[in-house]
Nanobody
């Protein structure tokens, strides 16, 4: 059974910083692409940032220059450093990863349960 567990959310003032972490555990052959999504109340879930196993990153335009995604392949973890936070960054943040768990080389998407980030004064 594969699990993704997020940590690091919370309440922060505008302009502040938070660091989210996500760890994949269980019977894992390979972890491929990893990503962070977010969903604000009344809105669709959206991609925030993604990173390939080779370290290639992509970001939503709204977070470019403020957020940084990174990963540790040896530990099967992914992190999201969020700086210069704005009220519109308030959302539940979800970790996502494509993981080969039952069949080597056959990746499937897994999701964490989410962590709340609230940016407010």
């Amino acid at each position: 059974q594969v699990q993704l567990v997020e940590s690091g959310g919370g309440l922060v003032q505008p302009g502040g910083s938070l660091r989210l972490s996500c760890a994949a555990s269980g019977s894992i052959f390979n972890v491929y692409d990893m990503a962070w999504y977010r969903q604000a109340p009344g809105k669709q879930r959206e991609l925030v940032a993604g990173i390939t196993s080779g370290g290639i990153t992509n970001y939503a335009d709204s977070v470019k220059g403020r957020f940084t995604i990174s990963r540790d392949n040896a530990k099967n973890t992914v992190a999201l450093q969020m700086n210069s936070l704005k009220p519109e960054d308030t959302a539940v943040y979800y970790c996502n990863a494509e993981i080969a768990a039952t069949i080597p080389g056959y990746g499937m998407p897994y999701w964490g349960k989410g962590t709340q980030v609230t940016v407010s004064s």
